[in-house]
């Protein structure tokens, strides 16, 4: 059964140093979502693309994160400058279509910011 | 925006016995209710989902119910395991707005 990949697994990293997050969606996908989630807490919405374009990112914290997803396929999150409120659970989804289309679950990176 | 109200934060329950988790949601436009499950350092999983078309959805042992009147909807496990353990998850969405989620429900299952 294909799953979504990500890497790495785990992250630290000291505050003010950059980060940088992959994701290989199922294959075929044409969503990609990023979320954060943080202990206790369910998923939060940082960006969705639709193949290679942004559809929403209203939640992403655009001073000092950014994404990709150049070719409409794999994506890259990246923080820079990180800081100690960015240590979260990172997760990467991907969806056949948008709206209400079943959304599957990327293993995660955690980050931890020192 | 949607909001997600989970509840409970936790639950404890004897093996074979049932769980009850609620959610309400605050838009009506919402048609699209799915429940996932995450065990520790494991990713979320789809356990099921209910789109607004249908008040019940059974698979063995689980069932979701939604009530689009008073918006809510539940998931019930029956018969539970210890490998029902886990957290859980209620997430709400419509064709026009992205998945809101719950802040989640850890269930142990004591044997």
């Known amino acids: 059964e294909a799953e979504v990949a990500q890497s790495p697994r785990y992250k630290i990293t000291e505050k003010s140093q950059a980060v940088a997050f992959w994701c290989d969606p199922i294959s075929g996908h044409a969503t990609l979502y990023w979320y954060r989630q943080i202990l206790g807490q369910g998923p939060e919405l940082l960006v969705q693309?639709?193949?290679?374009?942004?559809?929403?990112d209203s939640q992403l914290p655009k001073d000092r994160f950014s994404a990709e997803r150049l070719k409409g396929v794999d994506s890259t999150l990246k923080i820079q400058p990180a800081e100690l409120g960015d240590s979260a659970m990172y997760l990467c989804?991907?969806?056949?279509?948008?709206?209400?289309?079943?959304?599957?679950f990327g293993p995660g990176t955690r980050l931890t910011v020192l | 925006g949607e909001n997600v109200e989970q509840h409970p934060s936790t639950l404890s329950v004897q093996e074979g016995d049932s769980a009850v988790i609620k959610c309400t949601y605050s838009?009506?436009?919402?048609?699209?209710f799915p429940w996932y499950k995450q065990e520790l350092g494991k990713r979320p999983q789809l356990i099921i989902d209910i789109r607004s078309n249908v008040g019940e959805k059974k698979d063995q042992r689980i069932a979701v119910t939604l009530n689009k009147t008073a918006k809510h909807f539940s998931l019930h496990i029956t018969e539970t395991q210890p490998e029902d353990s886990a957290v859980y998850f209620c997430?709400?969405?419509?064709?026009?707005?992205?998945?809101?989620f719950g802040a989640g429900t850890t269930v142990t299952v004591r044997a």
């Open positions: 997430a709400a969405s419509s064709n026009d707005y992205k998945l809101s």
């Open positions: 693309f639709q193949d290679e374009s942004v559809v929403d």
């Open positions: 838009d009506s436009a919402s048609n699209y």
């Open positions: 989804a991907s969806s056949l279509g948008q709206g209400t289309d079943t959304q599957y």
